[in-house]
């Protein structure tokens, strides 16, 4: 694996600061849309989601990469497959091993099959369980937001990420104890996510780093039981500028190995992306040009992770 050494400003201890939300209390509303507008990320407990199955699909997960590279890397593949270091095609690099795969509803999307893990039917069931019940939860967070921003209707945007042709992914990440020991070492770097919303869930190894408004970064404590969600582009761009699509990285451990797992909600190829009507009072307010997700998802992927995706699509 490549060994990077840029140097990263040590982050301020950020345990009292990240947003803690309990979606089964429908007040929560208020502070979920506080937390998207302050930080664009939030934990969120109480969420309905089994951790029998978190745990089976972790446990696929941590067989998978313990197999040896060569079996690995027979499933190498773009966009969909095992990837290591190497993060998209225009030379970001990692200390992170991944398996990236379609996490679409539609039939005939077949998701990604890694037909070399031990049990491929136990890992497939997991998977579509997982992702079934983490859209689930989303949308019921979309809801709230929605119902907190006071948009009607309130599947406005939960229907985005539901629909039968909405364009998802499921990542698994394992990032391996980095023996180069100093708190240099990116895992993964910084950059947003192009999506609507992301929904990250990790085993009890921290690494994963937000970046504040005012430019700072601060370390997020692993929590294995709850879900980080953050807002993507697409969201930022929905609410005129008025939700954050957070950056955030996540740095190598020296002892003790992360595996995380995120659920990134796409809308479908065809779906226009612009600052809803009832958010914008009049059109001088607007501060993006109207575009279809295909458009964007395109644009996005010829970038390089730390760009910023969304300059292309300010108005002058
Ligand atoms: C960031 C969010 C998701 O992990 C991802 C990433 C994708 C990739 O790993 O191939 C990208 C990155 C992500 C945004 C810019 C492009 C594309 C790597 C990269 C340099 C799967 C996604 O959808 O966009």
Redesign the pocket.
Known sequence: MAVLSKPVTEPKPGFSQIPVIDISDPESKHALVKACEDFGFFKVINHGVSSELVSVLEHEAVDFFSLPKSEKTQLAGY?FGY?NSK????G?VGWVE?L?MNANLASGSDPFLPGLLKNPETFRNALEEYTRSVRKMTCDVLEMITDGLKIKPRNTLSKLVSDQNADS?F?LNHYPPCPLINKNVIGFGE?????II?VLRSNNTSGLQINLTDGSWISVPSDHSSFFFNVGDSLQVMTNGRFKSVRHRVVANSKKSRVSM?Y?A?PSLTQRIAPLTCLVDNEDERLYEEFTWSEY?NS??????S?N?LQPFERK
């Open positions: 966009p990837g993060i998209g095609r225009n970001d991944y990236l992914i990542r950059h947003t996510d192009p999506q992301s995120i990134f796409g998802r996005a992927y010829k970038s390089r992770l760009d995706r």
